[in-house]
């Protein structure tokens, strides 16, 4: 099964349509929603060339509330049961096509999928405050009056 529009009744229905080892890809919309009006012709058109990927388009308000679900479009990815991914809108519009294509082909491509990769996983970490200093040595101080301490130093310290 590709494409399909589908009302999910209730939490039991869920579970079933999320009982294969296919992925599960679910698009809540609203027809209140400005960003939805393009959101599922596109998701639509690209799920069709997935026959492999399981695919849902649901209103929002004919199915009961999702947890992860906090405003729309948002796609949910399943794998066995288990969420994957959670996308909020597929980003701004000159991009979409490509974010929804590589979304699709990422989970139809693998038996048992990972994940893709957060936006914040993509960022490099945040440079360190650690100094280098040679062995044997002190870091330089950190507060701001140099070559006071906390404690005077007292005759016989290492110091």
Known sequence: MGYATATIA????????LNTKRPVFILFVSEHCPACVTAGPLFDRIARQYPRVRSLVVDCAKTPRHPDVTGTPTLLIYMRGTLMEKLKGFGPEPQQLSVVRRTFKHYSRRKVAKP???????????PSNATLHAPGSRPPRVDDRAGSSP???????PR
């Open 116 to 126: 893709l990769a957060s936006p914040a996983a993509l960022l490099p970490p945040p």
């Open 10 to 17: 209730n939490a039991q229905e869920y579970q079933r349509i």
């Open 151 to 157: 404690v005077p130093p007292r005759f016989g310290n």
